[in-house]
């Protein structure tokens, strides 16, 4: 798709992840936010970054992406709050500044794995530090179809959770997307575009939104909904 159809497709989404807003309070409380240095490693356009900063006034906060588009959505959101949040586009398995705090959502491919993002998340949040690592697991076992879309890779949450262990970190806050959460999410993942077609049925790329929105619907109902978990744990040491 077009850049302008690519730009519109999120237009509805909070963030980029399966998350209310109380779960997303509850979250941020648990991170335990003061000064310090947070960044936000594939921060999407870092609605949950803003929001932490809005908390905590002594932090100085950075969200690392590399998509242009949600780095733009997220300076812009930024200036019209005020907020002092800066916004880096790069791989962010570079990182390498130590924090206080990290946010990671969702974003463990960028270190090839879980057990990887794990690890090279150890090294850059200081020993007294806190992350809030976001991921999905099979909450129950994967059909074919499953497996062909999220890959092989995923873990379950005990899997999961031994990797946190291995790296050398301890859960302090452990909670999962409930069904409304997910629904919400894959709704609000397909509202940008149905609205889009809504209005433009007559467009030359209207054929082809209509069996994007089809099939991610199809997908989610048939193939993923209630197998793909997504959980949010808060890390120490
Ligand atoms: C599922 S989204 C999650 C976004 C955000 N954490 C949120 O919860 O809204 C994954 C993000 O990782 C970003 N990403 C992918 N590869 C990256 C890389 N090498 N470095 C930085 N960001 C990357 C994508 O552009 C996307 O914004």
């Known amino acids: 798709m077009d850049d302008e159809?690519?730009?519109?497709?999120?237009?509805?989404m909070r963030w980029n992840t399966p998350l209310s807003e109380p779960h997303a309070d509850l979250l941020l409380d648990r991170m335990a936010l003061a000064g310090g240095r947070l960044v936000d490693l594939g921060c999407g356009w870092g609605e949950l970054l803003l929001r932490a900063l809005d908390r905590a006034p002594g932090l100085r906060g950075t969200g690392v992406?590399?998509?242009?588009?949600?780095?733009?959505?997220?300076?812009?959101?930024?200036?019209?709050?005020?907020?002092?949040?800066e916004f880096t586009e790069a791989d962010a398995a570079t990182w390498?500044?130590?924090?206080?705090?990290?946010?990671?959502?969702?974003?463990?491919?960028?270190?090839?794995?879980?057990?990887?993002?794990?690890?090279?998340?150890?090294?850059v949040v200081r020993p007294s530090g806190r992350l809030l690592y976001g991921d999905g697991f099979w909450a129950a076992p994967p059909g074919a179809a499953a497996l062909d879309i999220f890959g092989p890779?995923?873990?379950?949450?005990?899997?999961?959770?031994?990797a946190v262990a291995g790296a050398g970190w301890r859960v302090l806050h452990l909670s999962t997307a409930d069904q409304?959460?997910?629904?919400?999410?894959?709704?609000?993942?397909?509202?940008?575009?149905?609205?889009?077609?809504?209005?433009?049925?007559?467009d030359p790329r209207a054929e082809r939104v209509g069996e994007w929105l089809d099939r991610r619907l199809r997908e989610y109902v048939r193939d993923y909904r209630g197998v793909l978990g997504f959980t949010y744990l808060v890390l120490g040491r």
């Open 153 to 162: 890779d995923l873990l379950t949450l005990p899997d999961l959770l031994d």
């Open 180 to 202: 409304l959460e997910w629904d919400d999410f894959e709704s609000t993942s397909r509202a940008g575009w149905a609205e889009w077609l809504a209005a433009h049925p007559a």
């Open 96 to 123: 390498d500044v130590p924090v206080e705090r990290a946010f990671c959502i969702g974003a463990a491919h960028i270190f090839g794995s879980a057990k990887a993002a794990l690890e090279g998340l150890a090294r």
């Open 5 to 12: 159809l690519n730009a519109l497709r999120r237009t509805r």
């Open 65 to 85: 992406d590399t998509d242009v588009a949600g780095l733009e959505r997220g300076r812009a959101a930024a200036a019209a709050r005020g907020s002092a949040a």
